[in-house]
């Protein structure tokens, strides 16, 4: 690798956004960010020409958008990287935009089928399960694709893996091609579909690299872990050699398109992989082997604990499935010699009414693994010594998440168990206690300033504190307001009285 400094979400997250952004560029600049997948926020900074530059995979290659499209953003556009992407690459190719960003109550899919046919769309961006939820909105009202929106030609998804087997399964419902792309928020999109469906990476614009026992590497062929990517063409961003933490097979055929860029498969993140013994299985694995079922779910998602694989499924009622079949047909898939399949009937796992009048306000999560369950579980304990009012085994708890997983939630239940141990104590022993909470108590609005619970200990912790030893009624009247601004449903009226 030709720089020495490498980039990561956890490098990112301890340096300021302005300070990784050149602003010596004479343009329009659009920032960026995600806490996506990770649970960590990246970021990233890109100037109208970068904008462009990545747009070019999206009009000379895969979909190639032009004048005669219309097409339907369906991606969030607050801070989102893909949406605006998009939007700069039917700008440049003069194409009818329709921004109908998701995550929001505006535009729930009833509205957007509605949409899509008066404005007669021809291609419609989003994330997989945007699509996969749009279909069942267009099957519930008995309409054909092909009749309903016959303009529609094309599908453009980003921001999941989209395996073989789950793009044809969109494909052969919806009777159209989808084209992918692949990118980070830091470092912007490295990975686009060609007119046969293959993954090339943009080699003349980025640089991809695999580090190896602390050296770096050009990719290999098959699986490829620990992958650095600098932006070569980016000027408006300081980020370089960023790790992305996913997976990328690299594949060994050449693609009949002609183009000559490395043929890769985007696997979904390390942090998915369930590991089983010696086996390991990936996001593309599990896709592959639900999207090759008989009868593929309307929704599902995969439990992991220690070994145990469970996965959920829920689908429509006019399915009866048999539920040893489809646990025989997985594990055959998977090659695995166990796992448990719970089929749910419709409505018993997501409320439909809650997709479809409201679309989701997050990221979809499909693998729930140990890694959060342990996290999970963990606080849980600690919240039950809490409660018996073992505030030493309390904390105990806490802080060992907080060591191993750096989890924010740990912050403010840390910060509540020394709250409450020094309501218990004398006066000298509660200015002992002091520091040690106000510490955890600002590191938990540090990790998220936007917890009601958090501004409401930092609020009782000043109202209760002599203002000789720390105590702030100014600032304790600011997080009970603040508090209560973010929703905290507890009746905190009387100190907000007191203090006015």
């Given at each position: 690798?030709?720089?020495?400094v490498?980039?990561?979400?956890?490098?990112?997250?301890?340096?300021?956004?302005i300070?990784?952004?050149?602003?010596?560029?004479?343009q329009s600049?659009?920032?960026?960010?995600?806490?996506?997948?990770?649970g960590i926020?990246?970021?990233?900074?890109?100037?109208?020409?970068?904008?462009?530059?990545?747009?070019?995979?999206?009009?000379?290659?895969?979909?190639?958008?032009?004048?005669?499209?219309t097409?339907?953003?369906?991606?969030?556009?607050?801070l989102?990287?893909?949406a605006?992407?998009?939007?700069?690459?039917?700008r440049?190719s003069?194409?009818?935009?329709?921004?109908?960003?998701?995550?929001?109550?505006?535009?729930p899919?009833f509205?957007l089928?509605?949409?899509?046919?008066?404005?007669?769309?021809?291609?419609?961006a989003?994330?997989?399960?945007?699509?996969e939820f749009?279909?069942?909105?267009?099957?519930?009202?008995?309409?054909?694709?092909?009749?309903?929106?016959?303009?529609?030609?094309?599908?453009v998804?980003?921001g999941?893996?989209?395996?073989?087997?789950?793009?044809?399964?969109?494909e052969?419902?919806?009777?159209?091609?989808?084209?992918?792309?692949?990118?980070?928020?830091?470092?912007?999109?490295?990975?686009?579909?060609?007119?046969?469906?293959?993954?090339?990476?943009?080699?003349?614009?980025?640089q991809?690299?695999k580090?190896q026992e602390?050296?770096?590497?050009?990719?290999?062929k098959g699986?490829n872990?620990?992958?650095y990517?600098?932006?070569?063409s980016?000027?408006?961003?300081?980020?370089?050699?960023?790790?992305?933490e996913d997976i990328?097979e690299?594949?060994?055929?050449?693609?009949?398109c002609?183009?000559?860029?490395?043929?890769?498969q985007?696997?979904?993140?390390?942090?998915d992989?369930?590991?089983i013994?010696?086996?390991?299985?990936?996001?593309y694995?599990?896709?592959?082997?639900i999207?090759a079922l008989?009868e593929v779910?309307?929704?599902?998602?995969?439990?992991?604990?220690?070994?145990?694989?469970?996965?959920?499924?829920?689908y429509?009622?006019d399915k009866?499935?048999?539920?040893s079949?489809?646990?025989q047909?997985l594990k055959?898939?998977?090659?695995?010699?166990?796992?448990?399949?719970?089929?749910?009937?419709e409505?018993?796992?997501?409320?439909?009414?809650e997709?479809?009048k409201y679309p989701?306000?997050?990221?979809?999560?499909y693998?729930?693994?140990?890694?959060?369950?342990?996290?999970?579980a963990?606080?849980?304990?600690?919240?039950?010594?809490l409660?018996?009012?073992n505030?030493?085994?309390?904390?105990l708890?806490?802080?060992?998440?907080?060591?191993?997983?750096?989890?924010?939630e740990?912050?403010?239940?840390?910060?509540?168990?020394?709250?409450l141990?020094?309501?218990?104590k004398?006066l000298?022993?509660?200015?002992?206690?002091?520091?040690?909470l106000?510490?955890?108590?600002?590191?938990?609005?540090q990790?998220?300033?936007?917890?009601?619970?958090?501004h409401?200990?930092?609020?009782?912790l000043?109202?209760?504190t002599?203002?000789e030893?720390?105590?702030?009624?100014?600032?304790?009247?600011?997080?009970?307001?603040?508090?209560k601004?973010?929703?905290?449903?507890?009746?905190?009226?009387v100190y907000?009285?007191d203090?006015t």
């Amino acid at each position: 690798m030709s720089e020495e400094v490498v980039f990561s979400k956890k490098v990112l997250e301890d340096k300021s956004q302005i300070e990784l952004l050149d602003k010596e560029i004479d343009q329009s600049i659009t920032y960026v960010e995600s806490s996506g997948t990770s649970g960590i926020r990246g970021y990233g900074w890109y100037s109208e020409q970068d904008l462009e530059k990545m747009s070019n995979h999206l009009i000379n290659k895969g979909v190639q958008l032009s004048e005669n499209d219309t097409i339907m953003i369906r991606f969030p556009y607050t801070l989102s990287l893909p949406a605006h992407l998009i939007e700069a690459s039917a700008r440049k190719s003069k194409s009818i935009i329709v921004p109908v960003s998701s995550r929001t109550e505006m535009a729930p899919y009833f509205k957007l089928l509605s949409l899509m046919k008066e404005l007669e769309v021809t291609v419609f961006a989003g994330n997989p399960r945007e699509i996969e939820f749009l279909f069942e909105a267009l099957s519930i009202q008995q309409l054909s694709p092909k009749e309903y929106l016959p303009k529609l030609r094309a599908f453009v998804t980003a921001g999941e893996v989209l395996s073989y087997n789950r793009k044809n399964y969109i494909e052969l419902n919806w009777g159209v091609e989808v084209f992918n792309l692949y990118g980070a928020t830091e470092v912007g999109n490295f990975g686009y579909t060609c007119k046969y469906g293959m993954m090339h990476i943009d080699e003349e614009n980025f640089q991809i690299e695999k580090e190896q026992e602390g050296a770096f590497y050009s990719l290999s062929k098959g699986l490829n872990k620990n992958v650095y990517i600098t932006n070569k063409s980016n000027c408006t961003s300081k980020i370089r050699n960023y790790e992305i933490e996913d997976i990328i097979e690299v594949l060994s055929e050449e693609c009949s398109c002609g183009d000559s860029n490395t043929l890769i498969q985007a696997r979904g993140r390390l942090g998915d992989v369930i590991k089983i013994s010696e086996k390991e299985i990936d996001m593309y694995d599990i896709q592959e082997a639900i999207y090759a079922l008989n009868e593929v779910p309307f929704f599902w998602e995969v439990h992991v604990k220690d070994e145990d694989v469970e996965i959920r499924m829920e689908y429509n009622i006019d399915k009866s499935i048999n539920r040893s079949e489809v646990e025989q047909e997985l594990k055959d898939k998977l090659e695995l010699l166990s796992i448990k399949v719970l089929i749910f009937k419709e409505g018993e796992l997501v409320n439909r009414g809650e997709i479809f009048k409201y679309p989701r306000s997050r990221k979809p999560i499909y693998i729930y693994n140990s890694r959060e369950k342990k996290i999970q579980a963990e606080i849980e304990l600690g919240k039950q010594e809490l409660q018996n009012k073992n505030y030493k085994k309390a904390k105990l708890y806490f802080k060992n998440v907080i060591k191993e997983y750096d989890f924010s939630e740990a912050y403010i239940w840390l910060a509540a168990a020394i709250g409450l141990e020094a309501d218990s104590k004398s006066l000298m022993e509660k200015i002992t206690l002091y520091p040690s909470l106000k510490k955890y108590t600002e590191l938990a609005i540090q990790r998220n300033p936007y917890d009601s619970f958090a501004h409401y200990l930092l609020g009782m912790l000043l109202y209760k504190t002599p203002e000789e030893i720390g105590g702030n009624r100014k600032k304790a009247l600011n997080h009970f307001r603040m508090s209560k601004y973010l929703g905290y449903k507890e009746d905190i009226s009387v100190y907000i009285e007191d203090l006015t």
